[in-house]
């Protein structure tokens, strides 16, 4: 049960909060050397220059898919997003170890599992095993814990523009273990929660796998390119402004302006006469500020 998981790492936390708790050399030596691993990966690794599908990626929107298929320009990362990266790996490590330590019996680890969907063989590494069913482990942002993942399984299905739930329904079908679930932590105040699959059918499981074979197919058949999201009517004060910008989703794709164009603008709110306005990515201009001088290059 993962109410017992919970209560077992925040009887372990609190313990460790107030004074030193037993953890084995064994234990300590294992996180380490996760560590040092996810370093390793993140910065020194040679990294996979072909595409690839894998149980982590083939739930992302059909768009994106394709564009990095098709070797299409995207947008460097920022210089802070290994660190982003590198903090995940770390708290995912720390997660593992809290939980040995904390008297979770953990049946398996970073097993790699594979599916073949379509003809094309599908791998992926799940994190942990725990009470025979398949967990993943996700750090996430103070919003993403409180918006995304506090809301339960249902409100990461309707909006799972990561595939979180494909990749964990993959999981569970190459493995033959049910998914339990998201084990999040967030990464700003180290609070813990578990986000469970429901037990009582997996409808889920057969609409995520149909998505992933959806996915599969159009990539593998070279279908034509289209978007998956629309542009969306700006409003300020509740009122519509004639101006579009770019959906959450598509703000974010590091793929934006090959697949809007040269004419997508990153602008100021338009109407706003705040100090600091907010920005967005603009798909047609009404009236246009005529100051250039706001507009970030």
């Given at each position: 049960?993962s109410?017992?998981i919970?209560?077992k790492v925040?009887?372990f ?6 004074d ?5 050399d064994?234990?300590i030596?294992?996180f380490?050397d996760?560590?040092m691993?996810s ?6 690794d040679?990294?996979?220059?072909e595409?690839g ?8 929107p059909l768009?994106?898919l394709?564009?990095?298929?098709s ?5 460097s990362?920022?210089y802070?997003?290994k660190m982003r990266?590198l903090?995940?790996?770390l708290i995912?490590?720390?997660?593992i ?5 904390a008297g979770?019996k953990?049946q398996?680890?970073?097993?790699e599992v594979?599916?073949e969907?379509?003809?094309?063989k599908?791998?992926?590494t799940?994190d ?5 069913k398949?967990?993943?482990i ?15 399984f ?13 990749q964990?329904?993959?999981y569970?079908?190459?493995s033959?273990?049910?998914f ?5 932590i967030n ?6 929660q578990?986000?469970?699959t ?7 499981k057969?609409?995520?796998i149909k998505?992933?074979e ?5 990539l ?6 289209e978007r998956?999201?629309e542009?969306t009517p700006e409003t300020?004060n509740k009122?519509?402004t004639?101006?579009?910008v770019l959906?959450?989703?598509?703000s ?6 090959t ?8 602008l ?13 990515w603009y798909?047609k201009?009404v009236?246009p500020k005529e100051d ?5 290059k």
């Open positions: 049960m109410s017992d919970l209560e925040r009887v936390l609190e313990a460790a909060s107030k030193a708790v037993e953890v084995s064994d234990l030596t294992q380490g996760a560590c691993e370093f390793r990966k993140q910065f020194t040679q990294r996979k220059k595409f599908l894998r149980a982590s990626n083939i739930g992302r768009c994106q394709q564009m990095e298929k070797k299409s320009s995207s947008e990362p920022p802070n997003f990266v903090f995940g790996d995912e490590a720390a997660a170890g809290i939980m040995k330590a979770i953990i398996s680890e970073q097993k594979h599916n969907l379509s003809g094309v599908i791998k992926g799940y942990v095993e725990i009470d025979n398949i967990y993943d996700k750090s996430a942002s103070p919003w993403a814990y409180d918006n995304k993942f506090a809301k339960g249902n409100n990461v299905r309707e909006d799972d523009n990561f595939g979180y739930v494909v964990g329904s993959l569970s079908d190459s033959g273990k049910p339990g679930g998201w084990i999040v990464k700003s105040t180290g609070e813990w578990i986000v469970e429901p037990t009582y059918n997996e409808d889920y057969v609409k995520a998505i992933a959806e996915n599969i197919d159009a593998v058949n070279d279908k034509e390119f998956c999201f542009d300020f009122v519509t004639g101006n579009r959906s959450t989703v598509c974010f794709c590091s793929y934006k302006k697949c809007w164009g040269e004419e997508l603008q990153y100021p709110q338009q109407q706003s006469k705040a100090k600091s306005p907010r920005w967005f798909t201009l009236n250039k001088n706001d507009v970030k």
